[in-house]
């Protein structure tokens, strides 16, 4: 690839690239990460195995019953109804663990409880609800078949079967499934780390009261709640003065997985990032034809990924969704499309776009009606605190019509 | 309500509740819980706000620039082209948090960077990139109207306006601006704290190699997870003996918002959750129509709401997504409906049900097919494990046509 640097700074960008040209420039560059961890079977939810799980016992390790009720022999009971019962002589009770040793013979019986093992010469358990009991005497009021209501061994697993596939998600059924095999540990893939750098002289860190011409940086810790959500555990390094050294040692010095750098992406005389990367590493593709988050940028330094994010807050928030965020779910093995759930809705009102870019709209949704949220400049973080979601005008379109059926993320 | 106790050991359900009656009778018994707790920023995402939140700023504080560029009187402007430039002289620069101290008359300029305050004098801000600048005069190349690219005082946000209203599940973005107005804690709803009790003479706990006649307890740990993904935090409490002191002792000493009791809650001679909570609260329902989980119980113990969870890993699962599940979605201010994406799929083969009951159909998902997976009794986890999702076949139906539209809750 050609270096397509040129410092944009008080020029502006030459040409951008497509929202398309940097998703596939994303998906080229970025593999998931093949570093795995041991983890102990209750801190699994939600990570992704990395190797296959097979039983090294069978589950049930032994016979044993399914219901609560009698174990017999299943011929005996031919025959038998409510109004014709036949008797059989209860010689024990068998439990969970507590088996009987007591052997079965014809025209006896054994009481059993839901998974106690099945005494021996049962081929068959006749529920508690189809008998009735008079002193130690069960009248068996229906016939059950052979194997009826026995789980046999190895009935859930059997010895040397796959319990838990590589590259999967891990559910609560799945953790449940590993305790029952007897394992105690799984390996998973390790989260990938991001470095958070947030940058700006006016920023204040999260929790500070602004004053006079200072800004509270609202971008770290919405990044860092999204960088969790995508699988990614994050480290915020904020805010860092626009100084170029200190932003390239910055980058130079972390042993992350992947860097988002906050503000400084864009074309002010302080946004020095773009040139940075393009001096220790690779800027790939630098502006972007979207609306908001234009000024986004994706390069490499020294194999890691390293993405410019626009300062302005709704601006970050959405090149995070599409681009970073992209990168993070794929390091993190998960599914790397936008991870909102979506809907079709009718569009309330009119949107004008432009031919050849992207628009993220901010939208609300009521009644099946996608709403445009009316003051959604880039600086207007509460536009996407007000809305429920949005949608992409795709470069195709200059405008889509009211009334328009549209594809809608929900938040 | 009557007292619905009947005391099933050994005998059988007399009669079971439907699926709806249970639902109802958690709807009207469970209410969301009133604690809260006030949290740092950080800690918020995906808790839910427990009071409206109103800014006592504005946000930006001040007039600022929205794009890098010059910040200029609009009238200036008027009539420059790329070919017919109007010359402006540049008097300073001002950067975030770096105001330039110096006034705009007609005929001069001041750089500004994006989040810049607004030069006095200014009434609009010209992009770089319809601008070059040679040595200190800015050669502008196109009109700009008054107000373009500056962010007014309070834009974002206006002293006095909610943020973020009570009742609301916390997005980051929500985070972002709670930061942006000077926001460090915020107020929350507690989680609701769950103690589930794992009773079975049989049981390991997880992590265990089984041996002989024993049982690895499975049931914890997924359910736990489950609490977890419901807004629930959960203490386990396993495994305890099948002895009525012992449980009853751990019920009446637990000071949780919630209780359940996996295990126990069948017909067997020792499952003695029921008559338990007959003896020291009211048992509500105890047996549904429901395949599998028919032995699914709830009752109140000092208002307390318990559950009684079937053993059996499977039914298990089920009572807790349908029942217990719902409980703890509520409690914890969540839609209490089953939290799965759903999906219309087509039935690739029959299906048999019964008349009166609900069934738990295991479906593997392919290609827009629901496929029901085969081995399913309730002992048999692995049929979750190798399952994407499930169906309820209603009441109404004994069975369900292959070929026919099903809705699926995808895993």
Redesign the interface.
Known sequence: MNNPFFDVR????RAKKSVHDLIQAIDGEIKPLKTTEAL???NL?RRISAGDVFSE?N????DRS?M?GYALIAENTNGATSSNPIPLKILD?A?????SAKEITPGFTI?V???A?IPKGADAVL???LAS?NHDVCLVHASVPPAKNI?YTG???KIGSL??CAEKFI???????L??????MATVFKKPMVDLLIT????LP?????????????????????I??DGGTSRIHSPIK?SKEAIRNKILDSDADIILISGGS??????HTPSIINEIGELIIHGVSLRPAGPTGFGLVRGKPVFLLP???VSS?CSYDLFAGRAVRLLAHLNPAIPY?QKQLQLSKKILSQQGRVDYVRIQIQNEFAIPVA?S??????S??KADGFLLVDESHAEIAEGSIVNAYA?
Chains 1, 2 share one sequence.
């Open positions: 008080m020029k502006g960008f102990e079977l209750k939810a016992i589950v049930p390790g032994f399914a609560d009770s439990y969970p663990n507590q088996p009481r409880m839901t998974g093992p529920p508690f609800e009991e789980g009935e859930d697993i319990v838990l559910r609560p059924q799945d953790i449940g499934v305790a029952s095999i007897g394992t105690g700006g002289n006016e920023l999260p929790g500070s009261k602004p004053s006079g011409h200072q800004i509270v940086d609202s971008n770290s810790l919405m990044i860092s709640a999204l969790e959500r626009d864009s074309v002010g005389q302080e946004d300062g302005n807050p928030l759930a003051n400049g880039a600086s207007i973080l509460s996407t605190t938040y």
